[in-house]
Structures are given as C-alpha cells and as structure tokens.
Nanobody, 115 residues
Framework: QVQLVESGGGLVQPGGSLKLSCAASGRIPSVAVFGWYRQVPGKQRELVAN???????KYVDSVKGRFGISRDNAKNMVYLQMNNLRSEDTAVYYC?????????WGQGTQVTVSS
C-alpha cells in the first residue's frame, strides 16, 4: 500500500506562484511514475505533469514553461512548482503514483487563482 498526501494549495492572485507537495509513504516501488493531475467540476481529470523514475518529464501544453515537477527521493516527496498562475489553473490538484502493479491517488488540494 502507498499513501499520498498533498499540501500547498490555496488562493493566489493571477501571476502568482504556489508550490504543491506530495508526501508518499508505504511500499513505494523503485519503478514508478509520479504525476500531478487536476480536475474542475464537470470535466475529466487531466494530467498536468509527470516524472518517471528515470527522470523523464511530461507536461500538458498549457503549463509548459510555467510549472515544474520535481522529486526528492530521500524524503519521498514530489513537488509541483507553479508560476505565473492563471485563472484557468483553478482546480483540485491530485498527486498520483503509477507503477506496473498499482495506481494510487491522493485526496487532492484546491488551487484557486483569482483576484
């Protein structure tokens, strides 16, 4: 079992920054992809960014150049640095861990971008 707990969400003005954190605990496999997804009411959950155990990253086009995903293996933490936030970034953000045998989600953290 793996537990994922997100933190760092909140209210920020357009153009501002937030850093989301995901604390992972439990039996974390060595081969896994950690990702951040987001969801707004009435829409499907979408991938924002992910990071493989080999260090490969993937970003949705709308956040390229503004968001950065990183991982601290020693602390079992995954981060999403979000800069130059826009109103359309408002969503619940979820941490995800996906491996061959398992897929886990955190409970989500709300990010609201508004003046």
């Amino acid at each position: 079992q793996v537990q994922l707990v997100e933190s760092g969400g909140g209210l920020v003005q357009p153009g501002g920054s937030l850093k989301l954190s995901c604390a992972a605990s439990g039996r974390i496999p060595s081969v896994a992809v950690f990702g951040w997804y987001r969801q707004v009411p009435g829409k499907q959950r979408e991938l924002v960014a992910n990071l493989s155990n080999l260090g490969r990253t993937k970003y949705v086009d709308s956040v390229k150049g503004r968001f950065g995903i990183s991982r601290d293996n020693a602390k079992n933490m995954v981060y999403l640095q979000m800069n130059n936030l826009r109103s359309e970034d408002t969503a619940v953000y979820y941490c995800n861990m996906n491996s061959i045998l398992s897929n886990y989600w955190g409970q989500g953290t709300q990010v609201t971008v508004s003046s």
